[in-house]
C-alpha cells in the first residue's frame, strides 16, 4: 500500500546520513533501490527530499532490470571517483579510543553521549596499552536505527548509545 507519508518521514534519517557524509568532506549519491512495491509517488517523494539537499540522486532499478537498471548509478559514482576528493577525518587519531567512540556518537548518530560497560572500559583501556590507540574506530550498532535501538526510527534525538564490547579487526 502506498505510503508517501511515511517515506517523507524516513527523509529526515537520509538527511542525517548526508549530513554525515559531507562532515567527512564528501558528496554522497543516492540511489534509490527500487523494489516492485514502490509506487512512483513514493520514490518521486525520495528524489524531491535528495533535491532538497541537494544531493546526486538516480534509481537503481537492478531487482528488475539486471545490470541495465544500474548504468546510471554507475555512471555518476565513476564521475565522483575522477573528481578530487575532499576527505577528512572526522576526528584526529590520535586522541583516546572513547573519545573517539565519544564523537561517533554524537557527530554521526545526534546521541547525547556514550555509556561503557564495564567490559568495555577494560578492553578498551587493553587495546590502547597494546599500542592500538591511534587506530580509527568503526562503530556496529542495529542496521535499524542511527540509536543502539532498533525501535527508534527516523532521526532519533535525546537518546545515549552503549558500548559493550570493544576489539581489534586488523
Excluded at 517515506?7 to 537520509?14: E, S, T
Excluded at 548504468?71 to 571517483?81: I, S, T
Excluded at 564523537?103 to 577494560?122: E, K, L, N, Q
Aim: aromatic share 6%; net charge negative.
Amino acid at each position: 500500500t502506498e505510503d508517501v507519508p511515511a517515506v517523507n518521514r524516513g527523509l529526515d534519517n537520509l538527511e542525517k546520513h548526508v549530513e554525515n557524509m559531507r562532515i567527512f568532506g564528501l558528496e554522497p549519491i543516492v540511489a534509490i533501490n527500487k523494489f516492485p512495491t514502490d509506487t512512483d509517488a513514493e520514490v518521486a517523494a525520495v528524489a524531491a527530499g535528495c533535491k532538497k539537499q541537494n544531493v546526486k540522486v538516480t534509481l537503481s532499478d537492478v531487482w528488475a532490470q539486471g545490470g541495465q537498471g544500474g548504468l546510471e548509478l554507475a555512471e555518476l559514482v565513476v564521475k565522483a571517483c575522477e573528481q578530487e576528493s575532499g576527505f577528512r577525518h572526522a576526528y584526529p587519531l590520535t586522541i583516546p579510543l572513547r573519545d573517539k567512540a565519544e564523537i561517533v556518537a554524537r557527530t554521526f548518530y545526534g546521541a547525547d553521549g556514550v555509556d561503557f560497560t564495564p567490559s568495555a572500559a577494560r578492553q578498551i583501556r587493553e587495546i590502547e596499552r597494546l599500542g592500538f590507540r591511534d587506530l580509527p574506530v568503526c562503530v556496529a550498532k542495529t542496521q535499524n536505527s542511527l540509536s543502539d535501538d532498533p525501535k527508534l526510527l527516523t532521526r532519533p534525538r535525546d537518546f545515549r548509545i552503549t558500548i559493550r564490547e570493544a576489539k581489534v579487526s586488523a
